[in-house]
């Protein structure tokens, strides 16, 4: 976002914590990165559509009312022991107790209910254009949830889906109406009404091919699904920043971080992520972005020659007047002894033999940074083209919030003490280092996906990329990590010691510095020397322009 876009956001936002602290009476809620924070907590808000993104601030309204009447109508205890474990019938079941408190908003708030609608309408718009009701299953998940709202709340489905959803709508109303019927009835006991909610959603769950559950038809519809059934449930430490490291900066023991699973790892390129017409859309918007910064790229490209290339030799240059005899020109004495441009010299080009890795953190707080960090490695992978030199931009991430699936095995497993990592570590590659960046450039808009932005394991991203950047053959190697913060995964750090994360990013780090590979930390508004012995902050208000690549130039000279 540009810095009026930035600041305008920052607006919707207090007045939106200020709404959600006079609704719910909640005095210490915020919001921080997009997420509503108590105190320094973040709040599970499992239903998908109160988690917000940066393009529509007008629906972060309804989304922020939702989720203050969320905190103001739904005993919270109570919700957690009645909700079923997991997968379709936990996502039908938060969905349909967020519909039950949106229809309890009092006569008097006719706003509240029109910022409702308006998210309702933006969020089933979202899921229908990012292929969600591309498959009968997908359908299924989207009809039931529009008729269920319509019938909780008394409002119309979605105007623009009601004849995509009307043949699946006719051929569940036999099975589900004696439970839509119960969610009228009983929205304002939240214990009746979760009885008919979980029947509902086992109902629902039970059409579904299990077979069709575990085998997604292609990874965009699998990625869409997946992000349906992330729950955000177990808060855990707060998000970002850099909480006192204390004493942790030394290195750990040898061998001290372990991997409870690696069963459900992932290397994936970025590009195949996205829809092509959407990563079209967003390589577009990031072009529109980067000409609005105003960079010579050109320019660039010189001076990052002029900081990482050295002088290699090329040949010679024959016919000069000083220098080695050649002798090859002696003839030319002979026969014209005036004629002295019988010597020699080396000729000698700047031969920029550098990998240069950039490497992002793809966490949740991290997306509202995203475009700016996109505007970053985009340019500096093209002026890297120019000057001769290689690139990789990669990222990291986790395939789920709070553990996912390897957590549910550690859980089955009887919760055995110190697990080590505990989530689905999942890297991305926007571009490879032999792919030019004018073939990689569609890949590298991937970036500007919000939903591939959930939780950083850095240590092992770190190395990661390191190994990578070890395989290609470069006289010089360098990495940057882009965070804006500590790492943060909920379910390891709930299941381990404290600041297990933060000393094995910082064993790392220092295992690297001292096997010669040369690793930066790009603070995006923070300062992460306490992991890095070379950072810089860059202040990410001021957006990405010449600046912030002559800081970055300065910290390699």
Not at 4 to 15: D, G, I, P, S, Y
Not at 22 to 35: E, I, K, L, T
Not at 182 to 196: I, N
Not at 267 to 278: I, M, W, Y
């Amino acid at each position: 976002m540009s810095t009026a876009e930035t600041r305008r956001r920052q607006e919707v936002e207090e007045l939106s914590a200020a709404a959600i602290r006079a609704v719910s009476g909640s005095p210490d809620a915020h919001f921080r990165g997009g997420r509503l924070h108590r105190g320094t907590r973040p709040m599970p808000m499992p239903a998908p559509h109160l988690r917000t993104e940066d393009e529509d601030l007008g629906s972060f309204r309804g989304a922020a009312d939702g989720m203050a009447l969320h905190l103001s109508r739904s005993d919270r205890e109570l919700h957690r022991r009645l909700r079923p474990a997991g997968g379709v019938e936990r996502l039908l079941f938060e969905l349909l107790e967020q519909f039950r408190v949106e229809s309890l908003v009092p006569a008097g708030f006719p706003g509240v209910t029109a910022n409702l609608r308006r998210r309702h309408e933006r969020w089933s718009l979202s899921a229908h254009h990012n292929g969600l009701t591309e498959t009968a299953r997908g359908v299924l998940i989207y009809t039931v949830a529009q008729v269920a709202r319509a019938r909780i709340t008394g409002e119309p489905v979605v105007e623009e889906t009601e004849d995509l959803i009307e043949a699946t709508r006719a051929a569940i109303a036999p099975m589900l109406g004696t439970h839509l019927a119960g969610l009228r009835r009983h929205r304002a006991d939240q214990a009746v009404f979760a009885e008919s909610a979980r029947a509902l959603a086992e109902a629902v769950a039970a059409l579904l091919d299990p077979a069709e559950e575990e085998s997604p038809e292609d990874e965009a519809e699998a990625a869409a699904y997946a992000l349906l059934l992330d729950f955000d449930d177990e808060t855990g430490a707060e998000e970002g920043g850099i909480a006192g490291l204390g004493d942790h900066k030394g290195p750990v023991a040898a061998g001290s971080y372990q991997v409870f699973t690696t069963a459900y790892d992932r290397e994936d390129r970025a590009g195949p992520l996205v829809r092509p017409e959407l990563l079209r859309e967003l390589r577009e918007r990031l072009d529109a972005r980067i000409a609005k910064q105003g960079v010579n790229v050109a320019r660039l490209a010189r001076e990052l020659t002029a900081v990482l290339a050295q002088p290699q030799r090329s040949g010679w240059d024959g016919a000069q007047e000083e220098g080695q005899i050649d002798g090859r020109a002696l003839a030319r004495l002979i026969a014209a002894p005036a004629d002295h441009r019988v010597f020699r010299v080396e000729r000698t080009e700047p031969v920029a033999d550098v990998l240069v890795t950039f490497l992002i953190d793809c966490s949740g707080s991290m997306k509202a940074h995203r475009e700016t960090v996109a505007v970053l490695v985009d340019l500096f992978a093209r002026a890297l083209d120019l000057a001769g030199a290689s690139s990789e931009i990669l990222g990291f991430t986790t395939g789920a919030w709070h553990g996912g699936r390897a957590r549910r095995d550690w859980l089955r497993a009887g919760r055995p003490k110190q697990p080590g990592r505990l989530n689905e570590r999942r890297h991305l590659v926007f571009k490879d280092a032999a792919t030019p960046w004018r073939r990689a450039r569609r890949d590298v808009a991937a970036l500007l996906k919000a939903d591939l932005f959930r939780e950083g394991i850095d240590g092992e991203a770190l190395a990661w990329a390191a190994e990578r950047a070890r395989a290609c053959d470069a006289r010089r190697r360098l990495v940057f990590v882009l965070s804006d913060g500590s790492p943060m995964d909920g379910a390891t750090a709930l299941a381990n010691e404290e600041r297990y994360l933060d000393r094995h990013l910082v064993q790392v780090a220092d295992g690297l510095e001292r096997s010669g590979t040369e690793v930066y930390g790009i603070g995006v508004g923070l300062d992460l020397s306490a992991y890095y012995r070379r950072s810089l902050a860059l202040d990410a208000a001021e957006g990405t322009g010449f600046r912030a690549f002559r800081e970055i130039l300065d910290l390699i000279s």
